[in-house]
């Protein structure tokens, strides 16, 4: 009988061989699908960002599309278009489902197509379904979109709308792994090129998966502990009783109601990974950063004084429980 113990050493050692130095990163993915929120990758290319989310995929036997976002592509392209069809005389029109339709679609370099082509995404990360030619489709469950875009290239992208980030539970900063984990990758035998993960295995299936979703979003939180999570949301905005100096001085707009929903969410799902009936503070702090750090709108001054998200949020989590 797998355990809720069971699951974090199980995917760690499946992804032992393949995926090297960016434990925290896996981590936070688990939490992410055990929480049913979507995840921003943000690093730069060549750090196995790809790489995992097929991996994940595949130990979860779930399936699994990647689309290329390019300047050129179409909401039809990504959601699916209908097709006049003629089948013994009578013609009607059929519906052909596009990449959309995967429990895991990796958007890749999701910045660098139009808006019209982002906002084709967006009612399938908040409703599970997409419209075309006015019929709803629903997408299959579990249905996670995992977007990667580069922090550094600008020319040739069109950065998320507030309304589309907000969709995402993570914004995940992906760095360098360390100088000895670098060593392991470098002398991992094997071309650089082909799918590093096809030998992988699955180690739970579908059916499991959503199972731990359910049992994840069932871990109880204390009225304190809640109260505590909501006031870290509320001094986000400069207009409120919590707001920190740095948030009154550098934030235009704070985290809205849906960041104390998805932060209550997200320690759940962190709790219920470390086996916990219940949320305790570290695991608040463990998805503190990523699940709100997009959420905040900064200031002028916050850029005229290299003031990020990050260091705004250090002083929030200092805000007694």
């Not at 249905?143 to 922090?151: D, E, G, K, R, S």
């Not at 000895?180 to 059916?207: F, N």
């Not at 005229?304 to 998200?309: I, L, P, R, S, V």
């Amino acid at each position: 009988m797998k355990t809720t113990r069971d699951v974090r050493p199980r995917i760690q050692q499946a992804l032992g061989g393949v995926i090297l130095g960016q434990a925290d990163l896996i981590d936070l993915v688990l939490i992410a699908l055990l929480a049913e929120g979507h995840v921003l990758l943000q690093g730069l290319p060549g750090l196995a960002k790809t790489l995992l989310v097929r991996a994940v995929a595949r130990l979860f036997d779930v399936s699994f599309n990647r689309v290329q976002f390019t300047p050129d592509l179409m909401p039809a392209d990504l959601t699916g278009f209908e097709l006049l069809d003629e089948k013994k005389g009578v013609k009607e029109m059929r519906f052909v489902e596009g990449p959309a339709f995967a429990h895991v679609l990796l958007a890749d370099e999701i910045n660098r197509t139009p808006p019209k082509t982002q906002a084709a995404l967006l009612q399938a990360m908040q409703e599970g379904e997409v419209t075309v030619a006015g019929r709803r489709h629903p997408l299959p469950k579990p249905f996670l979109v995992l977007a990667t875009q580069n922090p550094l290239e600008q020319e040739g992208t069109y950065p998320l709308p507030e309304a589309q980030l907000d969709r995402f539970l993570f914004l995940v900063k992906v760095g360098y792994p360390s100088y000895e984990d670098e060593v392991r990758i470098a002398s991992l035998e094997g071309s650089a090129q082909g799918d590093p993960t096809a030998h992988l295995k699955p180690v739970y299936s579908r059916e499991e998966l959503l199972r731990m979703q359910a049992e994840a979003q069932q871990v109880a939180v204390a009225p304190e502990v809640m109260r505590w999570m909501v006031k870290l949301v509320h001094a986000t905005r400069p207009e409120s009783p919590f707001a920190t100096d740095e948030v009154k001085e550098f934030v235009r707009v704070g985290a809205s109601p849906r960041g104390s929903r998805l932060l209550v969410q997200a320690a759940r799902a962190a709790a219920w990974l470390d086996g916990k009936k219940a949320v305790e503070k570290p695991h608040v702090e463990r998805v503190l950063y990523p699940v709100l750090r997009h959420r905040l709108v900064l200031g002028y001054a916050a850029a005229a004084q290299n003031m990020d998200a990050d260091r705004i949020l250090q002083k929030i989590a200092k805000l007694g429980l």
